[in-house]
C-alpha cells in the first residue's frame, strides 16, 4: 500500500489548467503529416521537446526523417530493476473539410467541460497528460527507482516509421512496461487485434469483349478468390471464436479492381486485375499460417479457374495457351497483442484506476493497430493502453475530449508509474 501522504504529494503536482494549456497549445498545432501542404509533426514535438527541457528532463529530438522528428524525454531515479514508457504520437489525420466543423479545427476551444479539435481526443490530450504525470513525479522529490521514458512519436496514424526509429535506436532496450496513451474512455486494454493485409494479383490477357475466346479474363478468379476468402473467415471464426475484448476475427475483401491500372472500358476485357485484402486477427491466430493459406489459396484458385475455363473451351473446340497467374503479396504484418493480467504494469494501472475514479476497473482490447504493437511484437513489452476520450471519435468531424476525464487520466498515469517504480 502506498501512504496517501506519498500519493497526495504527486497528485498536488498536477494542475488542471496546466493540462489544458498544453494540450491546447499542441492541438493549435496543424501536425498533420502533409508534404504538399507543408505541414508535419515538427513543430510539434519542438514544442515538446522546449516545455520538457524547461521542466528541467533530458530531453532529445531525433531526426526519424526530415522534418519528422521524434521526442524522446527522460526521467531517471536511482538504479532499479523497472523502466516505464509512456508512448503518446504528435500526428493527427486530417481534419477533412473545415466547413464541416462546428469549431474550428486546429482552435481547440473550450465549450463547458469539453474542448474541441483534430487531436484533443487522439491523441494531444493523452500526451499533455502523460508529460504532466512524468512532471508531477519529478516535482514531487519523491524518491523511486527506475526511469519513466516519455516516447514522443510521429508518424502513428501512417506507417509508424517513428516508433520503429525509436526501437532501433535502442530506446526500448531493457524496458518492462508501456503505457500507451490512446483515447479508450479510460478502459484498460491489454489485448489489440493483429492485421496482416495483403494483395492478390491476377494476369490474364488483353482482349476484345465481343472476342472473348481470344483472351483470358482476370476477373473470374477475382471474384472466385473474394468468394474463398468468406469461406477462410467463416472458418477462422469457428476456429478462434469469439474474444471477449476484440470480437471476431475478419477477413475483408477492400478493395477489387480491374484493370488494375488506368481506365476500365465496357468492351475491353482487362489484362490485369487486383483485389484487397484487410485481415484482423485475435492473439491466438498464427500469422505465418493466415500467410501460408492465402498464398495456398492463390494457386488453387488459379488451379480451378484454369480446369474451368478447359472444361468449356473443350466442349467448344478452343485452344488458349495462355497463362493465367494468381499471385500474393503481404503488405502489412502486425500481430496482435495480449498482455498478461498479472503482469505488475496491469496491477498498477488498475490500482490507479480504482484509485482515482473510485470504481471498478473496466477492461478491453484495441481493434487497431498502435506503436504498442511494434514495443510488444518488437521487444516483447507488457503494453496497456489507456486514455481519455471516447473511443469512436477519433478521425471524425467535432473531435473533442472532456477535460475532466483528460485530468483523471493525468492522475491515473501518475499514479500507476509512481506504483510501478515503487514496486508495490
Ligand atoms: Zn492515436
Redesign the pocket.
Known amino acids: 500500500m502506498i501512504p496517501l501522504k506519498t500519493q497526495r504529494a504527486v497528485l498536488e503536482c498536477l494542475r488542471f489548467e496546466e493540462l489544458v494549456d498544453l494540450t491546447a497549445r499542441l492541438v493549435r498545432i496543424n501536425s498533420v503529416w502533409d508534404p504538399e501542404a507543408g505541414s508535419s509533426e515538427e513543430e510539434a514535438a519542438r514544442l515538446v521537446a522546449r516545455w520538457a527541457g524547461d521542466q528541467g528532463f533530458e530531453v532529445t529530438l531525433e531526426e526519424v526523417v526530415p522534418g519528422r522528428p521524434n521526442v524522446v524525454v527522460r526521467l531517471r531515479f536511482s538504479d532499479g530493476p523497472r523502466k516505464l514508457i509512456f508512448e503518446g504520437?504528435t500526428d493527427v489525420v486530417t481534419p477533412g473539410d473545415p466547413s464541416q466543423w462546428r469549431y474550428d479545427p486546429f482552435g481547440a476551444r473550450v465549450v463547458g467541460r469539453r474542448m474541441y479539435g483534430r487531436g484533443t481526443n487522439?491523441?494531444k490530450g493523452n500526451l499533455a497528460a502523460m508529460l504532466l504525470a512524468m512532471a508531477a513525479l519529478k516535482r514531487s522529490g519523491i524518491s523511486l527507482k527506475g526511469e519513466v521514458i516519455g516516447a514522443v512519436l510521429c508518424d502513428?496514424?501512417g506507417l509508424m516509421i517513428g516508433v520503429q526509429d525509436f526501437i532501433r535506436r535502442g530506446h526500448a532496450d531493457g524496458v518492462t512496461g508501456a503505457i500507451i496513451c490512446?483515447?479508450q474512455d479510460g478502459i484498460i486494454c491489454c489485448a489489440q487485434k493483429g492485421a496482416l493485409r495483403a494483395r492478390y494479383r491476377v494476369k490474364g490477357k488483353m482482349g476484345h469483349g465481343a472476342m472473348p475466346l481470344t483472351a483470358l479474363n482476370p476477373l473470374p478468379a477475382l471474384a472466385r478468390l473474394i468468394h474463398e476468402l468468406r469461406r477462410l473467415e467463416w472458418e477462422a471464426v469457428e476456429a478462434a471464436g469469439r474474444d471477449p475484448w476484440l470480437g471476431w476475427p475478419s477477413f475483408t475483401p477492400t478493395v477489387v479492381r480491374a484493370p488494375s491500372r488506368g481506365p476500365g472500358q465496357l468492351n475491353v476485357i482487362p489484362s490485369e486485375g487486383e483485389l484487397l485484402v484487410d485481415i484482423r486477427t485475435l492473439p491466438d491466430q498464427s500469422h505465418p499460417s493466415i500467410a501460408a493459406r492465402l498464398q495456398e489459396l492463390a494457386a488453387e484458385v488459379c488451379a480451378a479457374t484454369v480446369e474451368d475455363y478447359q472444361q468449356s473451351d473443350n466442349h467448344m473446340g478452343v485452344s488458349r495457351p495462355y497463362p493465367l497467374e494468381v499471385s500474393l503479396e503481404i503488405l502489412t504484418d502486425r500481430p496482435a497483442t495480449r498482455t498478461d493480467l498479472n503482469d505488475p504494469l496491469v496491477q498498477c494501472v488498475d490500482w490507479a484506476t480504482r484509485r482515482i475514479t473510485g470504481k471498478e476497473p473496466v477492461y478491453g482490447g484495441v481493434p487497431g493497430a498502435?506503436d504498442g504493437t511494434y514495443l510488444w511484437s518488437w521487444k516483447g513489452i507488457p503494453i496497456v493502453t489507456i486514455g481519455a476520450g471516447d473511443r469512436d471519435i477519433?478521425h471524425q468531424v467535432d473531435e473533442w475530449v472532456d477535460l475532466d476525464q483528460l485530468m483523471d487520466t493525468a492522475r491515473i498515469y501518475a499514479l500507476s508509474a509512481l506504483a510501478y517504480l515503487l514496486g508495490e
Open positions: 504520437h487522439d491523441t502513428e496514424e490512446e483515447p498502435t477519433p
